[in-house]
Protein backbone atom coordinates (compact mmCIF):
# COMPACT_ATOMS: atom_id res chain seq x y z
CA UNK A 1 0.00 0.00 0.00
CA UNK A 2 1.27 3.51 -1.34
CA UNK A 3 1.40 6.44 1.69
CA UNK A 4 2.25 9.82 0.74
CA UNK A 5 3.79 12.17 3.25
CA UNK A 6 4.30 16.10 2.48
CA UNK A 7 6.43 17.87 4.71
CA UNK A 8 7.90 21.59 4.40
CA UNK A 9 5.28 23.83 4.29
CA UNK A 10 5.16 26.99 6.19
CA UNK A 11 4.34 30.75 5.96
CA UNK A 12 6.85 33.00 3.55
CA UNK A 13 6.87 36.39 2.24
CA UNK A 14 5.90 37.29 -1.60
CA UNK A 15 9.20 36.81 -3.38
CA UNK A 16 10.32 34.06 -0.38
CA UNK A 17 11.13 30.10 -1.20
CA UNK A 18 10.24 26.65 0.22
CA UNK A 19 11.69 23.38 -0.59
CA UNK A 20 8.74 20.87 0.01
CA UNK A 21 8.81 16.84 0.92
CA UNK A 22 7.34 14.09 -0.18
CA UNK A 23 8.22 10.44 1.02
CA UNK A 24 6.54 7.46 -0.61
CA UNK A 25 6.62 4.27 0.80
CA UNK A 26 5.93 1.26 -1.34
CA UNK A 27 7.91 -0.44 -4.37
CA UNK A 28 5.77 2.01 -7.40
CA UNK A 29 8.06 4.67 -6.84
CA UNK A 30 10.94 4.84 -8.93
CA UNK A 31 8.53 2.94 -11.30
CA UNK A 32 5.90 5.97 -12.00
CA UNK A 33 5.86 9.58 -12.59
CA UNK A 34 5.26 11.46 -9.71
CA UNK A 35 3.33 14.76 -9.11
CA UNK A 36 2.57 18.05 -7.31
CA UNK A 37 -0.68 19.11 -6.74
CA UNK A 38 -1.91 22.24 -4.76
CA UNK A 39 -5.04 23.45 -3.82
CA UNK A 40 -6.09 26.75 -2.75
CA UNK A 41 -9.23 28.12 -0.51
CA UNK A 42 -12.57 27.34 -2.87
CA UNK A 43 -11.01 26.09 -5.96
CA UNK A 44 -10.43 22.98 -7.26
CA UNK A 45 -7.07 20.80 -6.80
CA UNK A 46 -4.69 21.62 -9.98
CA UNK A 47 -1.56 19.37 -11.30
CA UNK A 48 1.27 21.88 -11.01
CA UNK A 49 4.69 19.87 -11.62
CA UNK A 50 5.53 16.16 -13.02
CA UNK A 51 8.47 14.09 -13.05
CA UNK A 52 9.29 11.28 -14.80
CA UNK A 53 10.23 7.78 -13.26
CA UNK A 54 13.95 8.44 -14.37
CA UNK A 55 13.92 11.89 -13.51
CA UNK A 56 14.34 13.38 -17.27
CA UNK A 57 11.69 14.44 -17.98
CA UNK A 58 9.34 17.21 -16.28
CA UNK A 59 6.45 19.25 -16.91
CA UNK A 60 5.25 22.67 -15.27
CA UNK A 61 1.70 24.76 -15.17
CA UNK A 62 2.01 27.74 -16.80
CA UNK A 63 1.74 29.66 -13.52
CA UNK A 64 4.87 28.12 -11.61
CA UNK A 65 6.74 27.84 -15.21
CA UNK A 66 10.00 28.93 -14.07
CA UNK A 67 9.56 29.17 -10.50
CA UNK A 68 8.54 26.20 -9.01
CA UNK A 69 11.48 22.94 -9.81
CA UNK A 70 10.43 18.99 -9.51
CA UNK A 71 12.95 16.76 -8.76
CA UNK A 72 13.38 12.84 -7.29
CA UNK A 73 15.50 10.92 -4.85
CA UNK A 74 14.76 7.28 -6.25
CA UNK A 75 17.25 6.32 -3.35
CA UNK A 76 15.06 7.96 -0.95
CA UNK A 77 11.68 7.47 -2.11
CA UNK A 78 11.06 11.38 -1.96
CA UNK A 79 10.03 13.83 -4.29
CA UNK A 80 10.74 17.48 -4.03
CA UNK A 81 9.48 20.47 -5.06
CA UNK A 82 11.46 24.16 -4.73
CA UNK A 83 9.44 26.69 -5.18
CA UNK A 84 11.06 30.29 -5.77
CA UNK A 85 9.94 33.73 -5.89
CA UNK A 86 7.07 32.67 -4.24
CA UNK A 87 3.73 34.71 -4.79
CA UNK A 88 0.27 34.93 -3.16
CA UNK A 89 -1.48 32.83 -5.30
CA UNK A 90 1.15 30.23 -4.74
CA UNK A 91 -1.37 29.99 -1.03
CA UNK A 92 -2.43 26.60 -1.52
CA UNK A 93 -1.96 22.83 0.12
CA UNK A 94 0.29 21.30 -1.61
CA UNK A 95 -0.08 17.50 -2.21
CA UNK A 96 2.00 15.01 -3.99
CA UNK A 97 0.89 11.80 -5.88
CA UNK A 98 1.20 9.89 -8.96
CA UNK A 99 -0.85 11.22 -11.62
CA UNK A 100 -1.31 7.90 -13.77
CA UNK A 101 -2.18 6.05 -10.38
CA UNK A 102 -3.31 8.08 -8.27
CA UNK A 103 -3.41 7.04 -4.87
CA UNK A 104 -4.90 7.91 -1.51
CA UNK A 105 -4.22 11.60 -0.99
CA UNK A 106 -1.89 12.75 2.11
CA UNK A 107 -2.50 15.22 4.60
CA UNK A 108 -0.61 17.55 2.69
CA UNK A 109 1.62 20.76 3.39
CA UNK A 110 0.39 24.18 4.04
CA UNK A 111 1.99 26.81 2.04
CA UNK A 112 1.19 30.66 3.08
CA UNK A 113 2.52 33.87 0.70
CA UNK A 114 1.52 36.50 2.40
CA UNK A 115 3.49 39.98 3.54
Known amino acids: QVQLVESGGGSVQPGGSLRLSCAVS????????MGWYRQAPGKERELVAT????????TYADSVKGRFIISRDIAKNTVYLQMNSLKPEDTAVYYC????????WGQGTQVTVSS
Open 97 to 104: NLPTALRS
Open 26 to 33: GTLFSFKT
Open 51 to 58: ISSGGSAT
